[in-house]
């Protein structure tokens, strides 16, 4: 076990705690959006990738943003959740790893739920990219994390 004070050990767990809501928030802003909204915030960050390119190229920027970014915002999600649960299993010895799996695999779920609502619809598609995210964020946060164990250990 990790030697922290208990005051530290809290706000550790404090900051990852509001980490996971603040994504989890941004994840339900974003698909309370209605479409027009939607295809406006893809829209802006394509024109600051890709100035003025046709319609048709626009169109398919767009949507390699809107992909990317389910990708993204699942892989902050599962990073955070993960660094979460390493922490109080660091700190109080409980494992409980599979939490961040399916606490992140429901906020997608109930973002597509979400989304059903809005006019944009919802897609196994997209569940597949933020499982994806989530998978892939959830393993590089433990494999950092035991990268930082075993060089700790042999550091000893």
Do not use: W
Not at 3 to 11: A, D, E, I, P
Not at 106 to 124: N, W
């Amino acid at each position: 076990m990790l030697v922290l004070n208990s005051k530290r050990r809290k706000l550790i767990i404090v900051v990852f705690s509001a980490l996971v809501l603040l994504i989890s928030v941004f994840i339900f802003v974003n698909s309370s959006m209605d479409y027009e909204a939607s295809h406006s915030s893809s829209g802006a960050i394509a024109d600051i990738i890709r100035p003025g390119e046709s319609l048709a190229d626009r169109e398919q920027t767009e949507f390699t943003i809107r992909k990317l970014a389910h990708l993204a915002e699942y892989f902050a999600l599962a990073v955070s959740a993960t660094a979460l649960c390493v922490s109080v299993d660091r700190f109080y010895g409980r494992k409980f790893y599979g939490c961040a799996l399916f606490y992140s695999l429901l906020v997608a779920v109930l973002d597509e739920y979400i989304q059903s609502f809005t006019g944009r619809g919802s897609t196994v598609s997209d569940i597949l990219l933020d499982l994806v995210g989530i998978t892939l964020g959830f393993l590089l946060t433990l494999a950092a994390f035991y990268v930082v164990v075993f060089i700790k250990k042999k550091l000893k």
